[in-house]
């Protein structure tokens, strides 16, 4: 982004004077200079962006498509022997877990906990 470090921290640095005493003088990095966070997280910038980008319709169908896979998923796990559905599905969680069949739980826990 920036060859010279020196750019780096000119471009985000701010330099109100109560940060004047922790400029560091012995070449240590401060990284508060380095990014667009001083005081408060800028952790909504990346919500906007997608909403910006994308719009709230696409928001909306990404979301569903990922329920309706999730359903898929459950619905084929369901249908297969060794495969055990532990809770139904919700949202775009699918919980399940291996379950081979002739093994009583107490082998199926040795299974699992030796794996």
């Given amino acids: 982004m ?9 471009f985000y640095s701010s330099d109100p004077e109560y940060l004047r005493d ?15 966070e001083l005081t408060r997280p800028a952790r909504s910038l990346k ?3 997608t909403l910006q980008t994308l719009g709230t319709d696409q928001i909306s169908d990404m979301v569903t498509h990922g329920i309706d896979l ?6 084929m796990l369901r249908n ?7 809770t139904p ?8 877990c291996y ?15 030796g794996a």
């Fill in 2 to 10: 920036f060859r010279d470090r020196k750019h780096l921290a000119a």
């Fill in 22 to 36: 922790a400029a560091a003088e012995n070449g240590e990095i401060n990284y508060w200079e380095w990014g667009i």
């Fill in 47 to 49: 919500l906007w962006l």
């Fill in 70 to 75: 999730a359903q898929q998923t459950e619905s």
């Fill in 80 to 86: 297969q022997p060794e495969w055990e559905v532990v």
């Fill in 89 to 96: 599905t919700q949202l775009a969680i699918v919980k399940f």
């Fill in 99 to 113: 379950a081979p069949q002739g093994l009583t739980p107490q082998q199926q826990d040795e299974l699992f906990l």
